[in-house]
């Protein structure tokens, strides 16, 4: 099992960047494929990006491609989402998720753990 808190979101002007940061604790770290998703009020729970367990390969939706950046560090036990030209629709709840799976499945499924959340607001 694997314990997921989530850090960095708070309130931005469109344009601007936030850095979210989800350390893990408990079953080793790398066993793990990692990812974000966000839930905006009165939406469903949406994907945002998905990295493997050596942070070679990452998966992005398409909303946030070019703008957001996932990351790892095995070292650390920590994954990363780097949000630019962040935008008053990627307001939401962010979520850390790990998966013993795969990015694929992921990225479908919600992940096996997920995390408390972390509140992120774009004013425009």
């Known amino acids: 099992q694997v314990q997921l808190v989530e850090s960095g979101g708070g309130l931005v002007q469109a344009g601007g960047s936030l850095r979210l940061s989800c350390a893990a604790s408990?079953?080793?770290?790398?066993?793990?494929?990692m990812g974000w998703f966000r839930q905006a009020p009165g939406k469903e729970r949406e994907f945002v990006a998905a990295v493997n367990r050596s942070g070679g390969y990452a998966n992005y939706a398409d909303s946030v491609k070019g703008r957001f950046t996932i990351s790892r560090d095995n070292a650390k036990n920590s994954v990363y989402l780097q949000m630019n030209s962040l935008k008053p629709e990627d307001t939401a709840i962010y979520y850390c998720?790990?998966?013993?799976?795969?990015?694929?499945?992921?990225?479908?499924?919600?992940?096996?753990?997920r995390g408390q959340g972390t509140q992120v607001t774009v004013s425009s």
């Open positions: 408990g079953r080793t770290f790398r066993d793990y494929v």
């Open positions: 998720a790990a998966s013993l799976s795969t990015v694929a499945t992921l990225s479908k499924s919600g992940g096996d753990y």
